[in-house]
């Protein structure tokens, strides 16, 4: 089942004036992993970003099990099942200055999940939260505190976590172990695998041809 259905997708470049992405067209199928293999700056996170909505395609349809989402406002996007770990956890991923609660709860603190009577109910937040702390195995003092202040290895792992309890369709994964330790990096891609496993459909980019070579169904 074809889960990401993307066709002559034309992004223009960030950085000079031909266009990052030109005509590409992929699938990412249900259970699959695909990975995009390639150097930085070759246009994987242009195409990263018109697949999210932070960026607006030129020309191209992007089809999410069956429906056109390429004029889609991220919201939408994300609500059509997409998940989004992006290449800087500090810069895009997190609000650095906010609490692990605040950064946890960002996808889903406007629906009834986490509220009572209408409003944010501060014990479920902490419960939902530790929840995910404690299953990426995330090494913190309490749920209140900066994400500024865990190691890079800790603050990827909360917005792996809080992106895969998601439960999305489609993951989008850019550079999800780059500078992290090694023991970060082999949690993740086993909570990748086992992504794949459960039938989710995942697209990586990775720069570590032993990552790419090491997960993936499909080598783009």
């Known amino acids: 089942e074809v889960v990401l259905d993307i066709k002559d997708m034309v992004v223009a ?12 067209s992929l699938q990412v199928h249900r259970g699959e992993i695909v990975c995009i293999a390639g150097i930085d700056g070759n246009g994987q996170s242009e195409l990263v970003e018109a697949i999210v909505g932070t960026l607006k395609q030129q ?30 956890r500090m810069k895009f991923g997190t609000a650095p ?31 939902f939260t530790n929840r995910i702390l404690k299953e990426f195995l ?33 993951l989008i994964m850019n550079q999800p172990t780059r500078g992290i330790d090694v023991g ?20 990586l980019v990775s720069a570590d041809l032993s990552e790419i070579l090491s997960l993936s169904d499909t080598i783009l």
């Open 13 to 24: 470049s960030k950085h000079h004036k031909n266009n990052a992405v030109n005509g590409v």
């Open 184 to 203: 970060a990096i082999e949690f993740i891609r086993k909570k990748i695998v086992d992504m794949r496993s459960r039938k989710k459909a995942i697209l």
């Open 138 to 170: 995330v090494k913190y003092d309490n749920s209140k505190q900066s994400i500024a202040e865990l190691s890079g290895g800790n603050v990827q792992k909360v917005v792996v976590g809080r992106e895969f309890d998601y439960e999305p369709d489609l």
């Open 97 to 127: 200055k906010l609490s692990l609660e605040d950064n946890a709860i960002s996808k889903v603190y406007y629906t009834d999940k986490l509220k009572t009577h209408g409003l944010l109910d501060s014990k479920k937040i902490s419960e």
């Open 59 to 88: 020309q191209g349809t992007i089809t999410m099990n069956g429906k056109d989402i390429s004029n889609a406002p991220v919201l939408a996007r994300q609500e059509a099942g997409i998940s989004h770990v992006s290449e800087d």
